[in-house]
């Protein structure tokens, strides 16, 4: 189902009434799992509409197009929480860190220790999400479902990073089903306490898998610009 772009309000009550009813289905709590609405190529009307809307839970997936219009916004409202949730450059961690509140991309060793370091340097401290790859797709970023441990460890050990949750974004085109039921497994294994998985076409699958997080642009905002 594809937002209609003219009524961000009405797609947002649409979706979340969609969640609520799917946490029902399962057993959860109507508050166990939260909305990232994704603006990523989206109009700056369309992210004020939602803000007045009530939405304060946010993703952007690259660094340099949220640096354009979110310092502003998190001015006017203090209880925005902004999520980054596409790959970051170890030579962009400086400014991910000073602007998103949860970081959702954590996928291996080399990032872990600049954003350990520049924590320590910068005195904030980030809520952290390992990527996980579970369709081992090359092309994709997120650490194998094998490597998993390893930077767990290297985060928790070495580096005195806690590790608030995974993240997975299954192949496109895929049964996800799978990729949420994998996710969940390894979050039991490693005792990581949260889930960020659903887009706009598998929001409710991925809330009655465990989702905490569920990543909704445009069913929420509508398609997207090219660019
Ligand atoms: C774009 C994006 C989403 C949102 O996708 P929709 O299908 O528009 O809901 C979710 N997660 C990630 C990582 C994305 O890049």
């Known amino acids: 189902m ?23 289905v399962a057993g959860r709590p109507p508050k166990a799992c939260r909305i990232v609405a994704v603006t990523k190529r989206q109009a700056n009307e369309k992210i004020d509409a939602a803000l ?28 925005i929480e902004l999520h980054l949730i596409g790959r970051l450059q170890t030579n962009k961690v400086k400014e991910a860190i000073a602007l998103f509140d949860v970081i959702e991309t954590l996928d291996r060793p080399k990032l872990a220790r600049a954003l350990a370091r520049e924590m320590e340097r910068s005195g ?29 460890m290297l985060c928790r050990g070495e580096l005195g990073l806690e590790i608030e949750g995974l993240m997975c974004l299954p192949p496109f085109g895929q049964d996800p089903a799978p990729h949420f039921a994998e996710l969940r497994h390894l979050a039991a294994k490693y005792e ?23 990543r909704i ?8 610009s090219e660019t």
């Open 2 to 24: 594809s937002g209609n772009s003219s009524n961000i309000e009405a797609n947002l009550a649409s979706a979340k009434k969609r969640l609520e009813q799917a946490l029902e």
């Open 192 to 214: 990581i306490s949260r889930l960020s998985m659903g887009m706009s076409d598998d929001f409710e699958i991925a809330a009655r898998a465990g989702a905490h997080y569920v």
């Open 52 to 79: 007045i809307a009530g939405a304060r839970c946010f993703g952007e997936n690259r660094v340099q197009e949220a640096k354009e219009r979110w310092p502003e916004r998190q001015e006017r409202f203090s209880d």
């Open 217 to 224: 642009g445009t069913a929420i905002f509508g398609p997207r």
């Open 124 to 152: 904030r401290r980030r809520r952290l999400f390992i990527q996980v790859n579970t369709g081992a797709e090359p092309q994709k970023g997120g650490v194998l479902p094998d490597e998993l441990g390893g930077l767990v």
